[in-house]
């Protein structure tokens, strides 16, 4: 079972910063895939950032631009830097890990509410 503590999570204005972390307790050599999903209430999970084992990253069009998926493999960690936040970038983000016995595991989930 790999363990995910995300932190970084909080309340920001409109245009703000903020910065997602994600620590995994498996080794980044076994790691197939990293990221992070988002949810609404009401609403499903859906992906917003990822990045592989090569590096290789991808996000939703929405964020294009605005947010950057890092990570640190010694520290098997990942990172979402996040600028130019938007109300609708409001939700919970969660963390996952797939592993390269292509197992996905979840973090808790962390609250970023974008507000004035």
């Known amino acids: 079972q790999v363990q995910l503590v995300e932190s970084g999570g909080g309340v920001v204005q409109p245009g703000g910063p903020l910065r997602l972390s994600c620590a995994a307790s498996?080794?980044?050599?076994?790691?197939?895939?990293m990221g992070w999903h988002r949810r609404v209430p009401g609403n499903q999970r859906v992906s917003v950032a990822t990045?592989?084992?090569?590096?290789?990253?991808n996000y939703v069009d929405s964020v294009k631009g605005r947010f950057t998926i890092s990570r640190d493999n010694d520290k098997s960690t990942v990172y979402l830097e996040m600028i130019g936040l938007k109300p609708e970038d409001t939700a919970v983000y969660y963390c996952?890990?797939?592993?390269?016995?292509?197992?996905?595991?979840w973090g808790q989930g962390t609250q970023v509410t974008v507000s004035s």
């Open positions: 996952f890990f797939q592993s390269a016995w292509r197992s996905t595991y």
């Open positions: 498996e080794s980044g050599a076994n790691m197939l895939a």
């Open positions: 990045i592989n084992y090569a590096g290789i990253t």
